[in-house]
């Protein structure tokens, strides 16, 4: 275990001296990332039922303590697209409150997997899973934005997808142009603008320019003042959100939704700037991060936070390499607010959904989700279940039936992959070498005798290979050798199979002999009390020691 496991790269990095021309990059960094952050804050919060100031704060004070207690030298932590379903979902059935609390929990529960060193384990879950809940949040996202990118005169827009959908076409006669055309305008700008300057997003242009048009022109489209009134410039005091355990029990659910979705989120972010920057994340110190980042953000009335794969990308391309750009960008960012964001009441709502639009065509991974559609069969189920359990149920679902179809999944191939072959013939064994076997003779099986050979794990999906030996067994040997040198452990399930399958070859007066086993399978063969059953002479550490064993027992017998 590395001692620096829980030590934030913040530290290390001004241990070990940050120059001079490296701060200034990265300074220059963190406000360009502040920049591309601002529109993208405001439009999360608004997309996700709360006022437009929470996503700011979650921006700052989950960012900036992302950024110095994290394990990622670039991760820029944030608000991103991948909460707006779940915190929707949250506002709608528990209100503002409580959210701010299952943020609060959440973040307890993501120290925890930091703390239990389940980092390393949360990078491998299931590649078409991730795919199938990143591209079903862009589609519930696209959806969600269709009535301010139409300027849709519509007092409710129903939560369930397809019902949303009817309504949007019920109210197609409603459509504001000037609305749709700003809408447009921003999606353009957002996708191209980086061919003129790739400094400043195109959704910052895009908001500089649609505000500037509301306010000389006053065009009548829905702005944020329109919408949620004046936005506060202030942070909220701290303050402790009201627990009990009938709350903890009704919010635990979406708490450990917002935790490992946050959790996962992060991560795959930091590999994807790993790759960026030639680093190596820490990651059970950068989880530890994310967990205090959503602590405070709750303290402060914020949103859930995690790693931002596009924030953190637009901090590296710009020259960003410490922790300081994360912390400039958050500081950034509370100027902003404190001067400037009583403009941001003019900003109008259709700008914001064309900045969401292309968030989502961003998010959906079509390339990906085109090319997953190619591959087995297993996988295409386990992306297709959770893209439809998405878009039509909910996010929680989704997540819970990927990963338990993924298990499964996981579980049947492993099982398929051991296997018991009958070897009649030492001869027959790829791995055979003729100075592995002192006497000739030993080459072949003497009579009386049959040997097995198993190749995977002993867990409890492959341990009726057991039972398959028994069903393949015409008539019982006197010895019968299995042979497990490719086993790499046994279960307590699999321990528990051996039981049994030495207690029936036993009556019938078989004796069993354990050929090759390594450290850990022995081990658990100890543990279980299998040394006193079979005998410990009769676990022996190669085929031919066991071979000669076998025709002393057959001669015993005699």
Sequence with gaps: MSTKEFVP??????????????????????????????????????????????????????????????????????????????????????????????????????????????????????????????????????????????????????????????????????????????????????????????????????????????????????????????????????????????????????????????AIESLLSAVVADGMVGGKHRSNMELVAQGVGNIFSGLFGGIPATGAIARTATNVKNGGRTPIAGIVHSIFLLLTMLFFIPIAKLIPLSCLAGILVVVAYHMSEWRQFRDLLKSNRMDIVVLLTTFLLTVFFDLILAIEIGLILSSFIFMKRMSEATTVDNRKNLLETPEFEERKTFEEELAYIPKGIMLYEINGPMFFAASQKFQDILSDLREEPKVLILRMRHVPFIDATGVTRLKEFHEKLHGAGTKIIISGAQREVKEELYNAGLYTLIGKQNILNNIDDALIRAEELLKSDS
Excluded: C
């Design 9 to 262: 790269k913040f530290f290390t990095l001004l241990k070990n001296g940050i120059s001079k021309k490296q701060l200034s990059r990265d300074i220059v960094a963190g406000i360009i990332v502040g920049i591309v952050a601002l529109p993208l804050a405001i439009a999360f919060a608004i997309a996700s039922g709360v006022s437009p100031e929470k996503g700011i704060i979650t921006a700052i004070v989950a960012g900036f303590l992302i950024s110095v207690l994290g394990g990622s030298r670039v991760q820029i932590g944030g608000p991103t697209g991948a909460f707006i379903i779940i915190v929707f979902g949250i506002v709608q059935e528990h209100g503002v409150e409580g959210l701010t609390i299952a943020t609060f929990m959440a973040g307890f529960i993501i120290i925890g997997l930091g703390l239990l060193r389940l980092g390393n384990y949360l990078k491998f879950i299931s590649y078409p899973l991730i795919i199938g809940f990143t591209s079903g949040i862009a589609v519930v996202i696209f959806s969600t934005q269709i009535k301010d990118f139409l300027g849709l005169q519509m007092e409710e827009v129903p939560a369930d997808f397809v019902d949303k959908w009817i309504a949007y076409f019920q109210h197609l006669d409603s459509i504001n142009w000037i609305a749709v055309a700003i809408a447009v305008g921003t999606v353009i700008l957002s996708l191209n603008f980086y061919r003129i300057t790739r400094v400043i997003p195109g959704s910052f242009v895009a908001i500089v320019l649609s505000t500037a048009l509301i306010y000389f022109f006053d065009l009548p489209v829905a702005t944020i003042e329109s919408s949620f009134g004046e936005i506060s410039n202030k942070i909220p005091a701290p303050q402790i959100p009201g627990i009990n355990f009938e709350i903890v029990k009704e919010l635990i659910q979406p708490a450990i939704a917002i935790a490992l979705l946050g």
